[in-house]
């Protein structure tokens, strides 16, 4: 993924941007490794019959890492530094989802160099599974 460069000045309230990906069993796995969160309901597909969702699920926290690489890397892009961010998990992810992480300018603070923005993740039946915003200072 390239990433952008943008200056506090080129943006804009109602801005918008995301990125998508195929959540695969392999990808849960690494990031398992990555984490050190082995939840066997990500990652033992036993277990995972038995669970609430009848199937394995992705850890929440994949999608608000993929929220992640839209801010640092696409909007405000190069020089964001995470502040804050509120989360909220309304369905489960699924190996074979695809995936779309969105991010959208709510609020511009110019003197301080922040940014508000709306934050979630969609499947690819436009169902929202991670709602929340986000909080990011521009580093310029």
Excluded at 5 to 31: A, C, P, W, Y
Excluded at 53 to 67: D, E, P, T, V, Y
Aim: proline share 2%; hydrophobic share 40%; aromatic share 8%.
């Amino acid at each position: 993924m390239t990433s952008i460069t943008r200056s506090f000045e080129d943006l804009k309230v109602g801005m918008r941007d995301n990125m998508s990906k195929k959540i695969t069993q392999e990808i849960v796995h690494q990031f398992a490794e990555v984490s050190g969160d082995f939840n066997p309901v990500h990652v033992d597909k036993e277990y995972g019959k038995t669970c609430i969702f009848g199937n394995n699920i992705a850890h929440g926290m994949l999608g608000a890492a993929m929220i992640s690489a839209v801010l640092g890397n696409k909007l405000p892009g190069v020089g964001s530094i995470y502040l804050s961010q509120d989360l909220r998990f309304r369905a489960p992810v699924y190996f074979g989802d695809v995936i779309t992480a969105y991010v959208e300018i709510i609020e511009l603070d110019e003197e301080k160099k922040k940014i508000k923005l709306n934050a979630w993740c969609e499947n690819q039946d436009e169902k929202k599974v991670v709602t929340g915003t986000a909080q990011i200072y521009l580093n310029q």
